[in-house]
């Protein structure tokens, strides 16, 4: 006899994952009534993100600030802010994910003070902190202190969850932004493995956990990775990471409990990916990519969130947003995917792309592991010439035509669309007045935090327990919510910490990386050179030179890093400090170097302050004839803004031909220095 299966309908459904939007924007009074509707819409979680300046420890009135506060995310500057953040929102009954790495037992310690004057039972706070520093160095460039020092503040925080809030996820070991900068499937499993490994180590090797409880510690270990458009060979590799730590989980740290190793993951599909040219496609990119993450019950994420189909264009709005959360929710509630086994247990095409991926990764990770594990590949530079190196063959072949992005190198005739008939009112702008309320407010704060109704204990006291603990071997959350509760700023935390630890600039993996584009004969690569010798020969010079900067926190350099790889192979000596520069100092770079060209990346939305500052510099040292290239995220109203400021070009995701943008500079510096125009060849 046939089994008898369940009537169309009756069959049991798995429950879905948690539904989460990453937002958090302007201040936080504006981000809380944000979270309340989305929570109303049906949200399950919360994904909170900081802007710039909490997330690399600086408060809004710093100098590095300067046009990045409430940008791409939510400024919290002390208790204040987080109590505002969480008004009305019960935390115990809360999963919260905060997207925070280097101040992240900052937050944490916010997070928790918060929760206590709610009466919530700490031992019952769920939720996760990202806390991944490596990523940070490799490719998101949200770093403070040097790797060592890092290491102690995630390896402490572990210890403090696993003993106090023991339903947290201390670590979310994040792949996500090393595939957007450039990272193939086997990098992107091969460097978070090594990431989880070195983190594990250094917990065990703390003495902080004992042996019986180190299973709890790898049970809390999740992950956070991103899903490209290729969602077969996505699928495969989120099976291909649960083998290898089931794998590593079981070899390496002895875990016997199954359900301790179990690979736990939460998901953003791909926001870089998403194209600025027919943004309508981006909705398609997204359900495919949300696939990748859902179809295999096996191989299921614990939580998701999707991007806004405008995310290429700027900041989505909250209709944008509730569209991305519906596009979860059909799935979930309208789909029959949740009462369904596994759909792909038993295919061999499935099961040999997840054998080769498994075995790849593993030879990457044991090479990592013979240099001396992930941090050691970090300060050699080893990790980041790997990835600015596949970068770099990725956007090869995209310009080739070898890979098709449709509406951007194929089939890029469209009718006019009503998505974007108005792009003003097709992304959500933050009101610039924002940050001088930000700035009134934190000094306000620490003005008053000593008086009635705070009453807080002046943070100085704080603060010298936080740096003596930092000099010892104290676990350092302690101290840490000590100075939550005194009323210490954010900058004031890291900038005491900053004093004992330094700080530290990343390799950018730029002069290592080989050449992606060969000149040959005939090609555009070919012709730019020749264009490049010229215009250094008719300015009677050896080289041109070309500065690449960032100024102000955003610390995206994909972009930044893939023109100045470039620009070297044209042929350019490349000035490229990496991230993190106050206008003064490109300006600076620029005179001291003599450069011929400053090209400046930003994709915080700074630009409208910082880009003009630039410019207002290098006239003020008569450089007029260096002229600024700007590109990132920048709206059409914004770039005609700076091209009438006196920017001599505006590039933005579109513009996805880099040897083309490198010739256009080259066109530039001869406009500036009044040279003719050079014929093209037809």
């Not at 496609?281 to 998701?304: F, G, P, W, Y």
């Not at 990457?364 to 240099?371: D, F, H, N, V």
């Not at 020969?537 to 790889?565: C, M, Y």
């Not at 590109?631 to 005609?640: R, T, V």
Request: hydrophobic share 40%; aromatic share 6%.
């Amino acid at each position: 006899m046939t089994e008898r299966q369940p009537a169309e309908g009756t069959r049991e459904k798995d429950r879905p994952w948690l539904m989460r939007t990453y937002a958090g924007h302007s201040t936080a009074e504006a981000s809380n009534e944000l979270y309340r509707r989305n929570l109303a819409k049906g949200q399950t979680g919360l994904s909170v993100a900081f802007d710039l300046p909490t997330q690399t420890g600086y408060d809004s009135d710093h100098v590095l600030a300067r046009g990045e506060v409430g940008r791409v995310g939510v400024p919290v500057a002390h208790l204040g802010d987080m109590r505002r953040l969480f008004q009305d929102i019960p935390l115990e009954q809360m999963n919260t994910s905060m997207t925070i790495n280097a101040t992240a037992m900052w937050l944490l310690a916010l997070y928790q003070v918060v929760a206590e004057e709610q009466g919530a039972d700490i031992t019952r706070l769920q939720g996760t902190t990202q806390n991944d520093i490596v990523k940070e160095y490799l490719s998101r460039g949200t770093h403070v202190f040097p790797p060592g020092p890092s290491l102690r503040l995630t390896t402490d925080m572990i210890a403090y969850t696993v003993s106090h809030i023991p339903k947290w996820n201390p670590i979310n070991i994040c792949s996500y932004h090393l595939q957007e900068a450039g990272a193939t499937p086997v990098q992107e499993i091969a460097y978070a493995m090594s990431t989880a490994i070195a983190v594990l180590d250094a917990v065990r090797d703390s003495g902080q956990v004992p042996a019986e409880k180190f299973g709890d510690v790898v049970a809390r270990i999740s992950f956070f990775v991103n899903a490209g458009v290729r969602f077969v060979e996505e699928m495969c590799k989120m099976r291909a990471f649960g083998r290898i730590w089931d794998q590593v989980t079981r070899e390496r740290y002895g875990i016997e409990n199954p359900k301790q190793r179990r690979f736990r993951y939460g998901v953003q599909v791909n926001s870089l990916g998403l194209t600025e040219a027919q943004p309508e496609n981006n909705v398609q990119r997204i359900v495919l990519e949300m696939l990748a993450v859902t179809l295999s019950k096996d191989a299921r994420a614990r939580a998701v969130q999707l991007p806004a189909w405008n995310e290429a264009l700027g900041l989505p709005r909250p209709w944008d947003q509730q569209w991305s959360l519906r596009i979860q929710q059909v799935l979930a509630h309208e789909s029959d995917l949740l009462e369904y086994e596994d759909l792909f247990e038993g295919s061999h095409v499935v099961e040999a792309k997840v054998a080769r991926l498994v075995e790849e990764s593993l030879a990457e990770i044991g090479r990592i592991q013979e240099m001396g594990g992930a941090m050691a590949a970090v300060e050699s530079g080893y990790l980041k010439s790997q990835l600015v190196s596949s970068h770099a063959e990725r956007r090869a072949r995209i310009e080739s035509g070898q890979e098709k992005i449709v509406g951007v190198n194929i089939f890029e005739t469209t009718e006019p669309n009503p998505l974007t008939a108005d792009l003003d009112t097709a992304i959500q702008t933050v009101d610039p007045a924002v940050e001088a309320r930000v700035v009134a407010s934190l000094q306000h704060w620490r003005d008053t935090r000593y008086q009635p109704p705070f009453n807080h204990p002046r943070p100085c006291k704080a603060l010298e327990r936080l740096k003596e603990a930092a000099k010892g071997t104290d676990n350092l959350m302690e101290a840490t919510l000590e100075c939550a509760r005194a009323g210490v700023t954010t900058g004031e935390w890291a900038g005491a910490l900053r004093e004992v630890f330094g700080e530290f600039r990343a390799p950018t993996g730029v002069s290592s990386a080989p050449v992606a584009v060969p000149a040959e004969e005939g090609s555009a690569m070919s012709e730019v050179r020749r264009r490049v010798e010229t215009t250094a020969k008719d300015l009677g010079t050896g080289k041109l030179r070309f500065l690449v900067g960032k100024p102000g926190l955003d610390g995206h350099s994909n972009g930044a890093e893939q023109i100045a790889v470039r620009a070297r192979d044209a042929g350019f000596e490349v000035v490229y400090q990496g991230i993190r520069l106050t206008p003064e100092q490109i300006v600076d770079a620029a005179l001291a170097e003599d450069v011929h060209a400053v090209g400046l990346s930003i994709l915080s939305g700074s630009h409208a302050q910082l880009v003009p500052d630039v410019l207002q510099r290098l006239r003020v040292a008569g450089a007029t004839d260096i002229p600024v290239i700007a590109g990132g995220i920048i709206p059409n109203g914004d770039a005609e803004q700076l091209r009438a400021a006196g920017v001599a070009a505006v590039f933005t995701p579109k513009d996805f031909d880099i040897t083309g943008i490198i010739g256009r500079i080259v066109d530039e510096i001869r406009k500036a220095n009044k040279l003719d125009p050079l014929e093209v060849p037809a």
